[in-house]
């Protein structure tokens, strides 16, 4: 175990880059994510990770659900090679399917590619997620897709992301006209032109020149796209943001891409740009400190758990970020939660269409465990000292229902499944003051059928579930809490823990309850 001497091991870690895509639905992720792989060789055809959603896991009867909604429950990690880079690309389901899980994954990304639809501009999920991500304070690197359709202004695109995210930006590249009229991109940092060609605009070629004023783009472009493209430039050279790196790893300006996805067109520019700016794995904060990627000592912590990825057996796979250390299959860990050594047996990695058996992997790398049943979201585990990782966050759920168990004799089993399905992050439970209601609180419609289903299936408990009209919830802390004062469009509820938590229906019910308890804190996350 860990035979690598300590340069070689440095250079495993430095290669890795381990990034999340955030996005609102359609903006175009798969088919990003499928370029993205088709550079690495990892897949041949594009069309495989569509293909991965419909079919791979068409037979297991957990992955009904998706089948009949047609949607992807799973979130995996696809691993591939690119230019001397070991790229870790975390999947954020982000359909209907948005889920808690969606957040918890960017925990473990190291950066993340925010994608924007260039005539939809910043859309209600990417808003979310990028509120996640700003929290964290990692980079975020921007593409701007479909750019040969007729889309926005990119100034006003800019300008949206500026004013609704907060975020300054930079332009990597600048498109040379749009829709139909795209004919290219101009690379600012390599002061070279990507030409977008062919009757069907399908050929590309990438071309140096010696300034967005070379007679090479002039030939190649109308004269009034030659002079807009001039124009918008020197405004962007005098009036933009200067490139600050420094406040790109602060996750304060993010570099912009244009491109079209679709056409493979501008995704290259921004692969290499993007793994010359992206951060290496990051040190991780835990109760010893920060721990250092490089490291040698193992240790790394669950932020996901799936169940039943593979229908022959009802197996769970936790899902692990390593964050420092080596890893070699079989070595011996120790579970810090339960002080118990565990064995990694059978420690897996996907790519693209397949898991296959990992036998190393490094701090940035994500691994799949399997679980007999004995992890929860945000264990650690080490091979030395205790190192237990900070506490994942929680979000506070937006949709909350009723549970009724049909069958009161089968409250037993409801509660072993509550147990279970809330260490794995399925949903989040709470009990009214009185304890004669059962609440589940969600943050996306499919957390409540996952769970429906799972407890039919897996714990044979049928229940019914009554949507309530609470919108946001706050955890409260105080000396003391009067529930009378939360009555009106609100509900004083416990969570798992005993904390108290307040319902609302809607913004100004929780306005008026914040008023009307000055001495209360209203929490976004459960008190330490
Ligand atoms: P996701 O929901 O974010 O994963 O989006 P998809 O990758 O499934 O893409 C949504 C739709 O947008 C599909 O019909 C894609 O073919 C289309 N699309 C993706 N990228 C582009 C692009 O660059 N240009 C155009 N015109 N369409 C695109």
Not at 51 to 76: F, L, N, P, Y
Not at 245 to 251: F, H, L, N, P, R
Not at 389 to 415: C, H, R, S, W, Y
Request: hydrophobic content about 35%; some cysteine.
């Amino acid at each position: 175990m860990n035979q690598t001497s300590k340069e070689t091991f440095d250079q495993e870690v430095n290669k890795r880059r381990t990034f999340a895509i955030i996005s609102h639905p359609d903006a175009g992720k798969t088919t990003l994510t499928e370029k993205l792989l088709l550079f690495g060789g990892a897949i041949r055809l594009a069309g495989t990770v569509k293909g991965r959603k419909a079919s791979k896991h068409a037979t297991s009867d957990w992955m009904e659900i998706e089948k009949q909604r047609g949607i992807s429950v799973t979130s995996s990690v696809m691993q591939f090679e690119y230019e001397g880079h070991k790229v870790n690309i975390l999947d954020t389901p982000g359909h209907q399917d948005f889920s808690e899980d969606t957040y918890r994954t960017l925990t473990a990304a190291d950066s993340a590619v925010m994608l924007i639809d260039s005539a939809k501009g910043v859309e209600a999920q990417t808003m979310k997620l990028f509120e996640v991500c700003r929290k964290r304070g990692i980079p975020i690197f921007t593409f701007i897709n479909k750019m040969d359709r007729e889309g926005q202004n990119p100034f006003d695109l800019l300008e949206e992301i500026e004013n609704v995210l907060g975020i300054r930006s930079f332009p990597m590249n600048w498109p040379i006209g749009s829709g139909k009229q795209l004919c290219g991109v101009y690379d600012r940092h390599a002061t070279r032109v990507e030409l977008f060609q062919g009757d069907n605009h399908d050929e590309i070629k990438v071309q140096n020149v010696s300034g967005y004023d070379d007679e090479i783009i002039k030939n190649i472009t109308t004269d009034y796209l030659f002079e807009s493209l001039n124009e918008d430039l020197q405004l962007l050279d005098v009036a933009g943001d200067p490139f600050d790196y420094e406040k790109v790893k602060q996750g304060e300006l993010t570099p912009v891409f244009f491109g079209s996805a679709i056409n493979n067109f501008g995704v290259q520019t921004f692969l290499d740009n993007f793994l010359k700016l992206a951060p290496t794995p990051a040190p991780r904060e835990s109760n010893q400190g920060q721990i250092s990627p490089s490291d040698k000592n193992f240790s790394g912590f669950v932020f996901k758990i799936q169940a039943n990825m593979n229908p022959a057996h009802r197996d769970r796979i936790a899902f692990l970020r390593i964050c420092s250390g080596e890893f070699d299959r079989g070595m011996s860990v120790k579970h810090i939660r339960t002080g118990k050594n565990i064995k990694l047996a059978q420690p897996q990695q996907f790519m693209a269409q397949d898991r296959d058996i990992v036998e190393q992997a490094y701090a940035g790398d994500i691994i799949g465990l399997f679980d007999p049943g004995i992890f929860k979201i945000g264990d650690s585990l080490s091979v030395k000292a205790n190192i237990e990782f900070d506490e994942l966050p929680t979000f506070p759920p937006e949709l909350f229902a009723k549970v009724i168990v049909k069958n009161a004799l089968k409250n037993k089993q409801f509660q072993k499944g509550i147990e279970q399905l809330t260490d794995e992050g399925t949903v989040q439970y709470f009990q009214s003051i009185s304890g004669d209601e059962k609440i589940l609180g969600v943050v996306g419609q499919l957390q409540f059928e996952v769970f429906e289903y799972r407890m039919k299936v897996e714990y044979g408990v049928d229940i019914e579930l009554h949507r309530l009209s609470y919108q946001l919830s706050r955890w409260i802390q105080a000396d003391q809490i009067e529930p009378s004062k939360f009555r009106i469009n609100s509900q004083l509820v416990f969570d798992k823990k005993g904390n108290h938590v307040a319902l609302f229906e809607n913004e100004y019910a929780m306005r008026t309850s914040m008023e009307k308890n000055e001495n209360v804190q209203f929490l976004e996350n459960p008190p330490q």
